[in-house]
């Protein structure tokens, strides 16, 4: 049973909705049984104990997902406790290799690698307006479904 990781830069834009709309979509095809932790985390500790950015938050309420978290930084611990960490963009891609630890069991990859509509980037939103939230919020869902696919779930 695979443990999932998400990660971004800050932990309280994108990482937090793709954890959200990643467990709710696992809900909503009653696959809780397959996952034994679902979470995100930041490359960066500019956000540490804060709770989500509150544009996320409105994005992932007005699409019926809940969301519920505390920002923490990565740590190689997580490399040795999850199967797959997912992150957003380049940057998060290479500062995630550059700290994985050698003996880590954990496949890094871009989530949006599972995007059906080939949007691989899932673009920092923090500066942009409620738009860029939203369409986060559709690359998550449509790479929660496809993620789900490739396990054959
Ligand atoms: P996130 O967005 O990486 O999706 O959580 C950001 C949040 C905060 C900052 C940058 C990106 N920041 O520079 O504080």
């Known amino acids: 049973m695979p443990a999932v990781l998400f990660v971004c830069l800050g932990n309280i834009c994108r990482s937090p909705m793709c954890e959200a709309v990643f467990a709710h979509?696992?809900?909503?095809h009653g696959l809780e049984d397959?996952?034994?932790t679902i979470d995100s985390a930041g490359t960066s500790a500019y956000h540490i104990g804060s709770t989500p950015d509150e544009r996320s938050v409105e994005t992932c309420l007005a699409?019926?997902?809940?969301v519920r978290h505390t920002a923490r930084q990565v740590t190689k611990a997580d490399f040795a406790n999850f199967d797959y960490i997912f992150c957003m963009d380049r940057s998060n891609l290479s500062d995630l290799n550059r700290m994985r630890p050698k003996?880590?069991?954990a496949v890094v990859r871009l989530f949006g690698e599972l995007d059906p509509k080939?949007?691989?980037i899932i673009e920092d939103p923090y500066y942009g307006?409620?738009?860029g939230f939203q369409h986060n919020f559709e690359q998550s869902k449509r790479c929660s479904l496809a993620f789900l696919k490739e396990l054959g779930l």
């Not at 979509?25 to 909503?28: G, L, N, P, S």
């Not at 699409?63 to 809940?66: A, H, M």
């Open 25 to 28: 979509t696992v809900r909503e």
């Open 34 to 36: 397959h996952f034994t």
């Open 63 to 66: 699409n019926g997902v809940p």
């Open 103 to 105: 003996s880590a069991k």
């Open 118 to 120: 080939g949007e691989t």
């Open 129 to 131: 307006g409620l738009d």
